[in-house]
């Protein structure tokens, strides 16, 4: 394929285009298949070859696709972007015309993949040109897969084997791997209820199920609906092939806190199989009810975590840590009755300064206000009065 020459690739991908092989047409338009290294391909005055050899309206689609592998050659990737993105554009013109069908489904694939791939490589590049705007080609690119997912949604007349909306998550999960990216998470909402409508939401692949749900689960993260966000990120780690080692890690950086915060610590084998002991500190921190140790591990491995985008879901954990350390203060008072000095003394203890009892208590109030201690402040004897049944119930059956 790296020694295709240009009339091999256009007949190539002509047959193709008349036996309507969708997967073997999305190939040829392919930035991941070898025919991209062939320096044969864009000799000048391509154009001319591609008119003569290739029938309308496929024509129109090899001339951008060959034009934008010219740009890619020089590393111009503002200018392969703005092919791709008439590349893309002009398949949609041409994918609405195809009533009731939809082998097209596969170039649609590859062609965005790529238009999204092209966005971030040009973003990059105005970057380093001083633009003031990051993310703007990116932006763009999602206008353009809007467009695409319209054509989509509204084939509504094809039979559910011929309908186009199968095409529908493939590109809700590349505009959430855009969203993402730009911090326009409040842009997903719709598409989420796109698909939470669709007929074929249980039956798309499992490959793009699992990606669907790791998004989902991570927007739930942001809203703070933890029970949500177990319970998709639950399924994209379950489901993830065994052999995706890296997305099943990937998967597990924000499941592991989100499973912390509703009281399910993860086990050092798992850590370690997932490389993953960044963890490793703050799991043993909040087993303990160790404040200080808590405040370490997050301070050791903070650019890990910040860069992971779950360092605010950690800091959470300093409410988890504050209840199990007074859990451990409580069983050793042996009592139901507990003066809220033994609880400042442990703080104290734990590296928390300039706190009194005021603060304390307000600790121990909020505390019960979630239902993670039952009990009530007594502020006349200056006590917390626990339930003498399960006064620290689970966090799972509380969150």
Do not use: W
């Given at each position: 394929m790296a020694t295709m020459n240009l009339n091999q690739y256009l007949r190539e991908i002509q047959s193709s285009w008349e036996s309507r092989s969708g997967t073997e047409v999305s190939e040829f338009l392919s930035f991941n298949h070898p025919h991209v290294m062939s320096a044969k391909l864009t000799a000048e005055g391509f154009e001319k070859s591609v008119e003569r050899l290739v029938e309308s309206p496929l024509d129109e689609l090899v001339i951008l696709h060959l034009r934008c592998l010219n740009c890619v050659n020089q590393q111009k990737y503002l200018e392969a972007y703005s092919e791709q993105s008439a590349l893309v554009q002009a398949f949609t013109k041409l994918f609405q015309t195809q009533k009731e069908d939809n082998w097209a489904l596969f170039i649609m694939y590859v062609i965005s993949l790529d238009l999204r791939m092209f966005a971030i490589k040009a973003d990059k590049e105005l970057a380093k040109k001083g633009a003031d705007k990051p993310g703007q080609t990116l932006e763009k690119a999602a206008e353009c897969l809007m467009g695409l997912f319209r054509v989509c949604a509204a084939d509504n007349r094809s039979s559910d084997e011929d309908t186009k909306r199968w095409g529908m998550l493939y590109l809700v999960n590349q505009l959430f791997k855009i969203y993402f990216?730009?911090?326009?998470?409040?842009?997903?909402?719709?598409?989420?209820?796109?698909?939470?409508?669709?007929?074929?939401?249980?039956?798309?692949?499992?490959?793009?199920?699992?990606?669907?749900?790791?998004?989902?689960?991570?927007?739930?993260?942001?809203?703070s609906d933890f029970k949500s966000a177990e319970k998709f990120l639950t399924y994209a780690f379950e489901r993830c092939h065994r052999e995706c080692r890296n997305n099943k890690r990937l998967i597990l950086i924000y499941l592991i806190p989100v499973k912390m915060?509703?009281?399910?610590?993860?086990?050092?084998?798992?850590?370690r199989k997932y490389d993953l002991l960044q963890f490793s500190e703050v799991v043993q921190a909040v087993r303990e009810g160790n404040l200080r140790r808590l405040n370490n591990a997050l301070l050791q491995?903070?650019?890990?975590?910040?860069?992971?985008?779950?360092?605010?879901?950690?800091?959470?954990?300093?409410?988890?840590?504050?209840?199990?350390?007074?859990?451990?203060?409580t069983l050793l008072m042996k009592t139901h009755q507990i003066p809220i000095e033994a609880y400042l003394e442990a703080l104290k203890f734990m590296g928390v300064e300039d706190i009194d009892l005021d603060e304390t208590q307000c600790i121990i109030a909020n505390l019960i206000f979630e239902n993670k201690i039952k009990g009530y402040i007594s502020n006349s004897h200056n006590k917390l009065v626990i339930s003498k049944q399960n006064p620290f119930p689970p966090l799972a059956a509380i969150m």
């Open positions: 990216r730009i911090n326009k998470l409040h842009l997903c909402k719709a598409l989420i209820r796109a698909i939470d409508a669709s007929q074929f939401k249980d039956h798309f692949s499992l490959s793009q199920q699992v990606t669907y749900r790791y998004y989902v689960g991570r927007k739930a993260i942001f809203e915060l509703l009281g399910h610590l993860p086990t050092p084998h798992l850590l491995h903070d650019a890990f975590f910040i860069r992971c985008g779950v360092y605010l879901i950690l800091e959470k954990l300093k409410v988890t840590t504050y209840r199990n350390l007074f859990k451990k203060v």
